[in-house]
């Protein structure tokens, strides 16, 4: 069958053959019809993040899936299911481990864990994959086409449930929310806040020029756009107002410490990025004193759990059509692999020192591969 | 009656003379018994935290008092029952609010409270005070003579609340603490973490050479002192451990970063000082990474609302005996009140040039003013 694997550093994912994989007992054979492309698959194809599986000089890429399943294999699954399969395995040789078997695997330390086609594990952009049924998320045939965003949901949907409990000791009524980020997982988060959670004011924050598409999303949710060129974060509250709740999508780590300011007291402001080291002078003493005088929360989440996979597949149906299609910016067959992945494809000169692939244009918002039409 | 006031920034207290309260429908008269002396007395005193009621030019300090109902006024307190009062009040003029009507005024931002003694509103150290019944917390006689710590240990009540809010999304199990401070708030937390919250490693930080009594104190409850001379925070998981809670009671601003390095996965750092601006390099991009790939928590936490001070009674009789007799180094009567205030009086030089009080030594812990013996 064919796969998408990367060695990582390499720079550029590429098609490759291997074996259709055999499901063991309680675990059933999916097809696999789409995986979407995220920031994390090019960290992988980077060689910045992640690693292949031990005695192995290639990962198979892709951790947003949507498949259907082909062989159940006896177990409760049924052919012809629309599935979606969760990320973390316990790590290679080991059964499982409490985070496992407590089904909060994204809890779990380094170490007690392999994600799949991130870390110590193959993922997903393969014809077929097999896993075990407790890791499979059944979604309705309607939503199927739109499948690879529920595992980018999930992580927001675990973001939000954490930051809810932080702020579960008292009585908590946030109406405002700032998501840092324009990408696919800022627009996303955008849309939970406007149209599934119910916040009445929403804010999304780039750096992006008009017209552009993503703009227009925000604002087509009922969104404000913020241009941090014109509104850097600490100047929200004088310009807009405080927030309720930050969700940092950027991975830009001054934002982390800059949402302290942005908060309204009480406010709680989640981190998912994954920054590099990098020092930088912060006014210590008075973002300390912020967070004391004003109770407010950071805290960060990674990863998510079934639960959470499941939770993003009811927000999926509750997300309005036209931002699913102006989301996804393109789906491409193997054929035009390199299509899918224009940040990878841009970074290689083409023959002749141009800068290759067209499709690195900045209108590109989400890319996944199709293995199999849905 | 005699009280205790303060020009802020004037660096001492001073005994005046006031007239007797009288109390409002719903309000009792309550005779002042004992009253403890914080760092937060202190900021009041050099005028860096809180301010005089509108209109007067002098506090009326104290916020950590035990007293007996002199007159229940027609209210359903008792007469000759031992009471604590809260701290926070409606601001002038106002009957109450969402937060206070919630039971939840410690929740309150900017310009929805006062503080009795701290800001805004005259404090306990006064032979008699007013309070409305609902802000006066009963207490057994028995516990009557440590009532003036209810109000600190009401502190770490609800930061232990909100921290453990933090992880309430998932299974946590923490097992070690480590409590930054060996002031008294910090003795009493490792107290806390120790006898009553249940913890198994509890570690307490501080910068005292032995032999010392709160290094004594440290380790006779079982935990592990250790000299931030020696092992600064962030190398504490390698020396000791990574901790699951870090509570901050220094005010450090650097702590309040440092604690994320301290923490174990999945762990919480609880921050209770305020400090000063103070600009200082960080890296950032490790602090924030750490926070994502480990989902770790940072929460602000001040003051306290009448569920935690019931529940800070009730850990109040928890604590041994000679803890408390250790930790409060000195209850002095207003013939000698300059030695409830070692620090307040060691900074006016005394006539000759001297430091002044010989109570300014290194190994006082906590102190309180006596009005009424109990």
């Not at 796969?3 to 259709?20: F, L």
């Not at 920031?39 to 993040?49: A, F, K, L, R, S």
């Not at 892709?62 to 062989?71: S, T």
Request: charged share 25%.
């Amino acid at each position: 069958m064919k796969a998408i694997a990367v060695t990582p550093g390499a720079g550029v994912p590429e098609v490759v053959e291997r074996p259709v994989p055999e499901p063991s007992p309680g675990e059933a054979l999916v097809r696999i019809c789409r995986v979407g492309v995220d920031g994390t698959d090019y960290e992988v194809i980077d060689g910045t993040h992640g690693g292949v599986p031990d005695g192995d000089d290639r990962l198979v890429l892709g951790h947003e899936a949507v498949g259907i399943v082909e062989d159940a294999n006896g177990t409760a699954l049924e052919e012809g299911q629309y599935v979606v399969p969760t990320v973390r395995r316990p790590p290679a040789g080991v059964e499982t481990n409490g985070y496992f078997e407590r089904g909060e695997p994204d809890m779990a330390p380094d170490g007690e864990y392999v994600e799949r086609g991130i870390v110590g594990a193959h993922g997903f952009m393969a014809e077929y994959i097999t896993s075990p049924v407790d890791c499979l998320v059944p979604i309705p045939a309607e939503l199927a086409q739109w499948g690879f965003l529920v595992e980018p949901i999930s992580i927001t949907e675990k973001a939000i449930e954490h930051a809810r409990a932080t702020r579960s000791a008292f009585d908590w009524r946030p109406e405002s929310a700032l998501v840092l980020g324009t990408g696919s997982l800022g627009l996303l988060t955008t849309a939970m806040f406007a149209e599934t959670l119910g916040y009445e004011r929403v804010y999304c924050l780039g750096r992006k020029d008009r017209p552009h598409p993503t703009i227009d999303i925000v604002e087509r949710l009922g969104a404000t756009y913020v241009d941090s060129r014109e509104t850097p974060v600490p100047e929200i509250p004088d310009v807009y107002e405080s927030m309720d709740v930050v969700y940092e999508a950027t991975g830009y780590a001054k934002h982390a410490f800059q949402s302290i300011e942005a908060l309204a007291p009480n406010g709680v402001a989640a981190l998912l990025g994954v920054p590099d080291d990098w020092s930088f002078e912060v006014d210590g003493g008075r973002l300390h004193r912020e967070l004391v005088l004003h109770n407010k929360s950071l805290v960060g989440s990674v990863n998510s759990n079934r639960r959470q996979f499941e939770a993003a597949v009811d927000t999926l149906a509750g997300l309005p059509d036209w931002l699913l299609e102006e989301l996804v910016s393109g789906v491409y067959g193997l054929e035009s692999v390199d299509r899918a992945f224009p940040e990878a494809t841009a970074r290689v000169p083409a023959a002749g020192g141009s800068t290759g692939s067209d499709s690195d244009d900045d209108t590109t918002i989400k890319t996944a591969v199709e293995f199999t039409s849905i």
